[in-house]
């Protein structure tokens, strides 16, 4: 089975950096994912970790250290418009693109 | 490239009845995921499709089914709903050996 944790809410402000953590227990792993969903709309793709270490993107950069069942989703310069649900996904090793979800970090931006 | 549709938005049905759902991948992805998302148990995976037959299944009852069709087109269908099946359900496609799966808008179904 997995399992997955990452905090229910976050607070930061404008302009600054924020973690957002994830710990996974599986009985399989063949990738972690990080979504992103705005309220009252469809998750939308951030980042995809397989191997240890950072993945950077932009504004958006994710880690994975495997041997610890941990990955962090960093997003830098923080704008109003980040304010959303984080949410970080683990495919198993099976074949195919079935994504066990955490819970998600909702994360508010303030002025 | 049109994204992800899903057919109906919205949709509001009574304890008993049944219900079918209809996703519309991007052109040219096979893989089509549902997932069930509610306030209380978060985003949870169905089941998914790949080229008409199904390659995973999620922990839910016999009551939600599925399938696929030759142009990649998918619906779900939920018998003898229940309140609880009250959800967002989301259907999300992947072009087959990438990572990242696209969803659409969701069908917000509400049993009462």
């Known amino acids: 089975g997995q399992n997955i944790d990452q905090p229910t809410e976050m607070t930061a402000t404008e302009g600054a950096i924020v973690q957002i953590n994830c710990t996974y227990q599986?009985?399989?792993?063949?990738?972690l994912f990080w979504y992103q969903q705005h309220a009252g709309e469809a998750p939308t793709f951030l980042s995809y970790n397989v191997l240890d270490g950072l993945e950077e993107k932009g504004r958006f950069s994710s880690f994975l250290s495997r041997s610890k069942g941990y990955s962090y989703l960093l997003l830098k310069e923080l704008q109003m418009k980040d304010s959303a649900s984080y949410r970080c996904?683990?495919?198993?090793?099976?074949?195919?693109?079935?994504?066990?979800f955490g819970g998600g970090t909702r994360l508010m931006v303030k002025p | 490239k049109a994204g992800v549709t899903q057919t109906p938005r919205y949709l509001i049905k009574t304890r008993g009845q049944q219900v079918t759902l209809s996703c519309s991948p991007i052109s040219g992805h096979r893989s089509v995921s549902w997932y069930q998302q509610t306030p209380g148990q978060g985003l949870q995976f169905l089941f998914e499709?790949?080229?008409?037959?199904?390659?995973n299944k999620g922990n839910f009852p016999g009551r939600f089914s599925g399938r696929q069709f030759s142009n990649s087109r998918s619906e779900m269908n939920v018998s003898t709903l229940e309140l609880g099946d009250s959800a967002l359900y989301l259907c999300a496609s992947t072009y087959n050996g990438n990572n990242e799966q696209f969803f659409g808008p969701g069908t917000r179904l509400t049993v009462l």
């Open positions: 499709y790949f080229s008409e037959t199904q390659r």
């Open positions: 996904a683990v495919r198993g090793d099976n074949a195919g693109n079935m994504l066990t």
């Open positions: 599986t009985s399989g792993f063949n990738g």
